[in-house]
């Protein structure tokens, strides 16, 4: 098993930067690929970003691209998002999770192949 906290929320004004980061501990953390998602108030949980294994492969929402980076340290157990340019769209709970996996260059969008998931940090975008 992992456990993951999340850390780095807050209140930005629109325009704005965050960086979020995810720290892991437990099991090997390079055996699992990373992502983050978020969740707005009265939404569905949706898909923001996601890295493989070994940080070579990424992903990211059409909504977010271009403004978000994900990115690991293996060595360091954690897996970051740095968001830029931020919208007041982009309020939410934000959560990192995890996908024990067996390919070291895979990633996915869909939260039900994520087994363990953080308890989130709420990002708030100010007009």
């Known amino acids: 098993q992992v456990q993951l906290v999340e850390s780095g929320g807050g209140l930005v004004q629109a325009g704005g930067s965050l960086r979020l980061s995810c720290a892991a501990s437990?099991?090997?953390?390079?055996?699992?690929?990373m992502g983050w998602f978020r969740q707005a108030p009265g939404k569905e949980r949706e898909f923001v970003a996601a890295?493989?294994?070994?940080?070579?492969?990424?992903m990211y929402a059409d909504s977010v691209k271009g403004r978000v980076t994900i990115s690991r340290d293996n060595a360091k157990n954690t897996v970051n998002l740095q968001m830029s340019s931020l919208k007041p769209e982009d309020t939410a709970v934000y959560y990192c999770?995890?996908?024990?996996?067996?390919?070291?260059?895979?990633?996915?969008?869909?939260?039900?192949?994520?087994?363990?998931w953080g308890q989130g940090t709420q990002v708030t975008v100010s007009s």
């Open positions: 999770a995890a996908d024990l996996y067996s390919d070291t260059y895979g990633t996915t969008d869909d939260s039900n192949k994520y087994d363990y």
């Open positions: 437990g099991r090997t953390f390079s055996d699992y690929r």
């Open positions: 890295i493989s294994r070994s940080g070579g492969n990424t």
